[in-house]
């Protein structure tokens, strides 16, 4: 099993991004998924979790309102929608997930797949 994260890259404060997190190798869809980051010299944190149907949401006070997660089962892929971007969003970016639970949690010792990261910069 593997979790492909794309779609980070450089933007301008104010700007948006999309990630996209691709799981192949088994069926996703009764796992919670979640995305963490980690800035330089910072550790790991919690951003933003979903059900395995999708029908319950949890976000980080740093990125609510600004932050969408959403999941399409069909295509096995989570994406985390990204608007008013800050500078002090600019971290590499994992999805994450929790294969024998369909809860979300932002607990990061609760998940046990991991992808690689995708790096967001974002410039003032």
């Known amino acids: 099993v593997q979790l492909q994260a794309s779609g980070g890259g450089l933007v301008q404060a104010g700007g948006s991004l999309r990630l996209s997190c691709a799981a192949s190798?088994?069926?996703?869809?009764?796992?919670?998924m979640g995305w963490f980051r980690q800035a330089p010299g910072k550790e790991r944190e919690f951003v933003a979790t979903?059900?395995?149907?999708?029908?319950?949401?949890y976000y980080a006070d740093s990125v609510k309102g600004r932050f969408t997660i959403s999941r399409d089962n069909a295509k096995n892929t989570v994406y985390l929608a990204m608007n008013s971007l800050k500078p002090e969003d600019t971290a590499l970016y994992y999805c994450?997930?929790?294969?024998?639970?369909?809860?979300?949690?932002?607990?990061?010792?609760?998940?046990?797949?991991w992808g690689q990261g995708t790096l967001v910069t974002v410039s003032s």
């Open positions: 190798g088994r069926t996703f869809t009764s796992w919670a």
């Open positions: 994450a997930a929790r294969s024998r639970s369909g809860s979300g949690t932002y607990d990061r010792a609760s998940y046990d797949l």
């Open positions: 979903i059900s395995w149907a999708g029908g319950s949401t």
